[in-house]
């Protein structure tokens, strides 16, 4: 072990993939693997790594992580591993992506072309955000990062808005 990053021996699995580490408490920590080298394979925990020893299990479960996609999701809150945050159960969602799906090429996406109203007539004016656009809202601590983007969640003339806190 070394920061986050995790050796296992013995471990055949592939870039990307899950694997599932055991604890003595018996405890389950998901994991993905982010690298190898000889015999060893680096893995990355998505949770937390309490109760993680010397010599742990390692176990591959052959896939990837997906995520639900579609309607089901409006208005829940979701992990990194597309699990529910909110205690509002388990989302049924009838549609599941990899989370590592390759981009949509940006020369075949069409050219956004009509601007988006957020509410904040600030950026309406100065700095005009497209409708399709991604955007990202970078500063440092304490300068009303939060307080913005709720305006714009609140006040954004759209049927949908999505947000990631990365």
Not at 62 to 88: H, M, S, T
């Amino acid at each position: 072990m070394a920061g986050l990053t995790l050796e296992a021996v013995g471990c055949q699995a592939a870039i990307g993939s899950q694997c599932i580490i055991h604890t003595p408490d018996e405890r389950k920590i998901e994991s993905e693997v982010v690298g190898f080298a000889q015999n060893k394979t680096y893995l990355m925990p998505t949770g937390d790594m309490q109760g993680i020893v010397p010599g742990a299990l390692v176990r591959p479960t052959g896939g990837q992580v997906k995520i639900p996609v579609g309607k089901a999701l409006l208005g829940r809150v979701i992990d990194a591993n597309g699990e529910p945050l909110d205690q509002l159960g388990r989302i049924r969602a009838s549609h599941w992506r990899h989370l590592t799906a390759p981009p949509i090429n940006p020369l075949v996406r069409a050219p956004i072309r009509e601007p988006l109203d957020v509410g904040v007539k600030t950026i309406n004016g100065l700095l005009t955000i497209g409708r399709g656009q991604r955007i990202g809202l970078f500063a440092g601590s304490g300068v009303g990062k939060s307080v913005l983007l709720g305006m714009m969640t609140r006040y954004t003339s759209a049927d949908i808005v999505v947000v990631g806190l990365i």
